[in-house]
């Protein structure tokens, strides 16, 4: 991620230390998620990538988060045969919000509220799954979209900051 993108997602997730983003439902074990955790996603197919911010305390049904998507600019997200995509230079920075996330031992899986794509504007919906090595996940995305069917993939990484 670019310096000004970082910039652009620490102003808009972490205005202030107190920070704790949208509650999210979590389902499982979730002491191995327990900490903040901080990390990025990109996506090859879309050029888009972001941040995620995310924190745990054990023994609680919910969790604290969000997802800062950075879109790639609109002309170059999609091959014009596949997707009609709109004219216009860049998309502005969208905050997505983790909806659920499930917890098994070394493993998270989970969902974002459906959004709207920055460049079809179409209703995507978007599912995560990924493993645990130590103080980092790693994992997989998945945006699928509703009207044409299309689906693009991603990857995306988190390393605990702090518990």
Known sequence: MSRASLVVA???LGASCSYRGTPIPT???TTSLEG???GTYSSKQTGRTGSILFQ????TDSAYGD???IPARAEEAWP???YQVPEHAHVAPHLLRISFVKCEPGKV???LEPYEDPDTHERVITTFEGRQYGNEFRGTFS???MRSGGVAVGEWSATRKAK
């Open 67 to 69: 997802v800062l998507m």
């Open 36 to 38: 903040k955790w901080e």
């Open 10 to 12: 620490a102003g808009v």
């Open 143 to 145: 945006t699928t979209f």
């Open 56 to 59: 745990l305390t054990a023994g």
């Open 80 to 82: 014009r045969t596949q």
């Open 27 to 29: 389902v499982g074990i």
């Open 109 to 111: 899986s989970g969902r």
